[in-house]
């Protein structure tokens, strides 16, 4: 069975870059030869502060009378970055400019949120 990164990998080739934030564990993957890559480092402070912050004022301010929130995409200027909250975390996908974030943010939902 092949792993979280890699599943959610095979999505779409414009996927770029994979964190996970599970259980107090970061993980990441990225494709090789992408142009305008961040760096790791702040890559990684991105997954343990930022995004778990954002999530928690979204999730809040969505289920006051939105019907929660199911994910935020930020356009950075080199890429986008979609985040969806788990049970246990979070999952960022970096997706490519000339992808479709919209339909890669439903993709993603669909398969965290299938059984394994």
Not at 43 to 57: A, F, H, Q, R, S
Not at 99 to 105: D, F, K, S, Y
Request: proline share 7%; with cysteine; charged share 15%.
């Amino acid at each position: 069975m092949p792993s979280l990164i890699e599943g959610l990998f095979s999505l779409a080739p414009d996927i770029r870059y994979i964190a996970t934030y599970l259980d107090g564990v970061h993980q990441t993957a990225q494709r090789p030869g992408i142009d305008g890559a961040s760096s790791s480092e702040s890559d990684k402070y991105e997954e343990l502060i930022v995004n778990p912050t954002l999530l928690k004022l979204v999730t809040q301010r969505g289920n006051i009378d939105c019907g929660g929130a199911h994910w935020v995409i930020i356009r950075y200027g080199n890429f986008y970055e979609l985040v969806v909250p788990v049970p246990t975390g979070h999952v960022s996908v970096g997706i490519e400019l000339a992808g479709n974030p919209l339909a890669i943010a439903e993709q993603v939902l669909a398969f965290v949120e299938a059984p394994r």
